[in-house]
């Protein structure tokens, strides 16, 4: 059984601040790696993707791979209020193959 | 253009129906999913279909019957329905060898009642 395990939450920063999520995965045969948002009542929508080790940033995100450790976090800078959601890690053994998902990480951005 | 689309998004029906999920995507994927999402947020995939060929089928009961008619459709057929089919059912589609992850669709809320 493929575990990715992810802090439930709720994780509640203010507006501003940086949120921090965490992910981490038991398979180290794992290849890629994901970061879906999903609005309350709404469909999860991919905002970040990962491949190898180190640092990936895409405007306030940046997406973290540590495989030797394992993990794999979001880091969202300047949090607005819109960011408030739950965030799904997900990871896959081959790239575009069967994703596992985490249980998600409900974040809350405080005015 | 939606890129996948569900239908219908709302579905309540009594134990022991039948009942169908229809997925379509137009963004020439070869590959599509169907992923149970339950109560507490859990994302599981139920099935998978490669250009019309099942490829992932996981613990699922024989109740659940994906079709693919072709490489852009993939629908979920449930027979007698129970109470803990209760949940979102979402479809989504990737590039089997692509690095852009998945769509999903906007989801199916299901409620046996």
């Known amino acids: 059984q493929k575990e990715v395990e992810q802090n439930s939450g709720p994780l509640s920063v203010p507006e501003g601040a940086i949120a921090s999520l965490n992910c981490t995965y038991s398979d180290r045969g794992s290849q890629s790696f994901f970061w879906y948002r999903q609005y309350s009542g709404k469909s999860p929508e991919l905002i970040m993707s990962?491949?190898?080790?180190g640092d990936k940033e895409d405007g306030r995100f940046t997406a973290q791979l540590n495989k030797a450790s394992q993990y794999v976090s979001l880091l969202i800078r300047d949090s607005q209020p819109s960011d408030s959601a739950t965030y799904l890690c997900?990871?896959?053994?081959?790239?575009?193959?069967?994703?596992?998902f985490g249980t998600g990480t409900s974040l809350t951005v405080i005015p | 253009d939606t890129a996948v689309s569900q239908t219908p998004k709302y579905l309540v029906t009594q134990m022991g129906n039948d009942k169908s999920i229809k997925c379509e995507q137009n963004l020439g994927h070869d590959t599509m999913y169907w992923y149970k999402q339950d109560s507490k947020k859990f994302l599981k995939i139920m099935f998978s279909y490669n250009n019309k060929e099942l490829i992932i089928n996981e613990t699922v009961p024989n109740r659940f019957s994906p079709k693919s008619p072709d490489k852009a459709h993939l629908n979920l057929h449930i027979n007698s329905l129970e109470l803990g089919d209760s949940a979102v059912y979402f479809c989504a589609s990737s590039q089997l060898r692509g690095n852009y992850g998945y769509t999903f669709g906007s989801g199916t809320r299901l409620t046996v009642v």
């Open positions: 997900a990871v896959s053994l081959f790239t575009g193959n069967q994703f596992y």
């Open positions: 990962i491949y190898s080790n």
